[in-house]
Structure formats: structure tokens, C-alpha cells
């Protein structure tokens, strides 16, 4: 299922400076979505769903796991009296070729996303014990775990249960919306202080907005009031600055080394042949035996994640000028598909490593040339 179509992102709604209060009409577009809640084994109805929200609002964080593995991770988690969430997408398909009979099934919308609720350090170590190897996703601009507040996820959850055809997820990273823009918080109904953009997606405006470095966009605000939080040079200064607080390990700092800004065209010739001057070496490093499949696997990801964090494109960027970099991108991911298809591996290492590439490609994926 094609998650982001963004071919045809509008200016910001309003002018430059908004006034507190600001409506904006949106027309009802439905996306087929559908939410599962899993919540304690031991919780009996919605209200003492509710109590404990109220008396503990713990936290939120997530892991991506292969989708073969979902079900048996939920059946654990539901078995240990985890809290955690799932998003789904209902699908249709026929059932013979000219049969006019249509099957419904039930999909996750994101392939192997599992939602957690509790303190992400505990949350690790229930996962070190119960699923070795396992670990919490990373918010991609912090280096550390993405952490979603109680405050944040309720009304995303909230919606999910009564209206889950207004939720949709990007592929495009939130900073990528940034641009020229003004953030704006929703001060009325169910969606109280959800922060966001104000964007218009296939012909639909919709408030996107971010979840623990990933992007949903939601639909059917046009009843809501917003008032504006940051002005344009207020977002971009704070970006700037969210950005560089990078937590780089010593090996990822070298790499960083060999990756700058490009402006001009010789500067994309260069950068080109710094990444394939990297993969040579990782590649030789590896026939070596010096290090091993999940260290060169781990380089590559980092390396499509110093792309996309030094050239992803602007909205409305359509020049091509930074094409030969995405290409040189694209035959990194090529190189991380024939480490995850080497035959030694076992199950286990080869699903744990799937599940780490659909994660690296729902952030960066849109980039390259990839199906």
C-alpha cells in the first residue's frame, strides 16, 4: 500500500503571520484505516482504560519487527500484560480472478510497527529478556529512543478507535514539511494540543504532525481552532538546532567525515565518490573477515541515513542535481539486500535484519529508486 503521496504539497494556509484561532475547512476524505487497541489482559471495559491513563500517563515508544513476526510478539505482550498498539489497514481483494465475491483482510498499516506504553528503559529490558535482540527504535534527528508522550498518543489513539479513516502515515521525514511554514496547535475538541502543519496532501488539507520521528497526517480538522506556535524563522531555528544534537558512536563519526553539504555540481561528483569509496571498503572489510555481516550492515544503514540527513530534498524541490547521490544511495541499499539474502544466516538473524531495513526505508526510502 502506497503510504504518502506528496506530489502536490500546497503553500501554508494564510498568510505568514496567523491570528490565535485560526479554522481551517477541511473536506471528509476517507483512507480505509482500522486501529486494534491491546491493552493488560487483566483490564476489564474502556473505563479502567481510561483511570489508568488518568493516574499514570506513562510514555510511549515503538520497535519494528518482521512482519511474520507480529503475531506471536503481540500474543506474548498480551501474555506478559504489555500495553501496546497496533495500527491496521483493512484491504480488499477478490477472491478468483472474475469472481465479483470480495475478501476483506486485515493488514498493519506499517509493516511490522508495534506501539509500547511504559518507561523506555524498562520497556528494553522487558524486551532484552523476552525477545533477545529486540530493541526500541531511535528517533533519527536525537540518537536516542523515541519517546511519545501519554498527552500526544491518547488523542492519536483516541481518533484511531472512532475515526481511524482520518489517519494516515508519511514516508516523508516531519522536517521535511518545516519548510516556510507555521506551526499551529489545535486548541479545541478530542485533538487538544496536537502540534502540527496545516498541509494540503492529494488534494486534502490535513494537520501533519510527528510521532516519535515519525509522520501521520490527520484529516477532518476543519472544525477544529488552532493558534500558532512557532513563526517560519522560529521552526527553522529550532530545527536547525534539534538536528544537531546528533549522538554519533566512533565509527559513525568517521563516516561523517566523508559526507558534506554540496553546492555545486563538482561537489556532487565528490560526494558520490566518497560513498563509493566507503562501500569498497566495508565490502573489502568484509571479505577480510575484519568485520562481520551485522557491522557491515549497520555501516550501510548509517551511510543512507547521512543521505538523507545531508540531502534530502525540499518540497517542491524537483531539480535533479542531487540525482547521482540517490543513485549512489540506491546501490548501498542494493548491498545491505545481498548481506540480509546471504544463505548463512538463520531465521531469526535474517527476519531481525528485514525488519531493520523496512525501518530504514520507511524513513528514507521516498529517496531512492527502489520498489
Not at 506501539?115 to 526500541?136: A, K, M, V
Not at 563516516?255 to 562501500?279: C, G, M, S, Y
Amino acid at each position: 500500500m502506497k503510504l504518502d503521496s506528496t506530489d502536490s504539497c500546497s503553500t501554508p494556509i494564510g498568510h505568514r503571520r496567523l491570528p490565535h484561532g485560526v479554522f481551517v475547512s477541511e473536506p471528509d476524505v476517507k483512507t480505509g484505516a482500522e486501529v486494534r487497541m491491546y491493552t493488560h489482559a487483566n483490564v476489564a471495559n474502556t473505563d479502567s482504560i481510561a483511570r489508568k491513563y488518568t493516574e499514570t500517563k506513562p510514555s510511549w515508544s515503538y520497535l519494528f519487527v518482521h512482519h511474520l513476526k507480529v503475531r506471536s510478539i503481540s500474543a506474548a505482550l498480551e501474555r506478559d500484560g504489555q500495553t501496546f498498539f497496533i495500527h491496521k489497514t483493512i484491504r480488499y481483494f477478490r477472491r478468483r480472478e472474475k469472481s465479483k465475491s470480495v475478501q476483506r483482510k486485515e493488514m498493519p498499516t506499517v509493516s511490522g510497527l508495534i506501539f509500547l506504553q511504559g518507561n523506555p528503559s524498562e520497556l528494553q529490558s522487558y524486551l532484552d529478556r523476552t525477545f533477545p535482540g529486540r530493541y526500541l527504535c531511535k528517533n533519527c534527528s536525537t540518537g536516542k529512543v523515541a519517546v511519545i508522550p501519554d498527552s500526544r498518543m491518547r488523542p492519536f489513539m483516541g481518533l484511531s478507535e472512532t475515526d481511524p479513516d482520518r489517519i494516515r502515515f508519511l514516508l516523508h521525514p516531519f522536517r521535511y514539511y518545516a519548510q516556510n511554514r507555521i506551526l499551529l496547535r489545535i486548541t479545541s475538541g478530542d485533538l487538544e494540543g496536537l502540534e502540527g502543519y496545516v498541509i494540503r496532501i492529494d488534494r486534502d488539507r490535513r494537520l501533519v504532525m510527528d510521532v516519535g520521528g515519525m509522520t501521520v497526517a490527520i484529516s477532518g480538522v476543519h472544525a477544529e481552532r488552532f493558534e500558532v506556535v512557532h513563526d517560519v524563522a522560529d521552526v527553522q531555528s529550532h530545527d536547525a538546532g534539534h538536528l544537531c544534537r546528533r549522538n554519533l558512536q566512533e565509527r559513525q563519526a568517521l563516516i561523517d567525515r566523508w559526507f558534506h553539504p554540496v553546492k555545486t555540481a563538482q561537489d556532487v561528483i565528490v560526494q558520490v565518490e566518497n560513498i563509493e569509496i566507503l562501500k569498497t571498503r566495508i565490502l573489502s572489510e568484509l571479505a577480510k573477515g575484519s568485520i562481520s555481516l551485522r557491522e557491515a550492515l549497520g555501516t550501510f544503514f548509517f551511510i543512507i541515513e547521512e543521505i538523507g540527513y545531508y540531502y534530502a530534498p525540499s518540497p517542491g524541490d524537483t531539480s535533479d542535481r542531487l540525482s547521482p547521490i540517490f543513485k549512489a544511495g540506491t546501490a548501498i541499499i542494493r548491498e545491505i539486500d545481498t548481506i540480509i539474502a546471504t544463505p548463512s544466516l538463520d531465521a531469526d538473524t535474517r527476519t531481525g535484519f528485514e525488519a531493520d531495513r523496512e525501518q530504514l526505508m520507511l524513513s528514507y526510502g521516498y529517496m531512492f529508486l527502489i520498489s
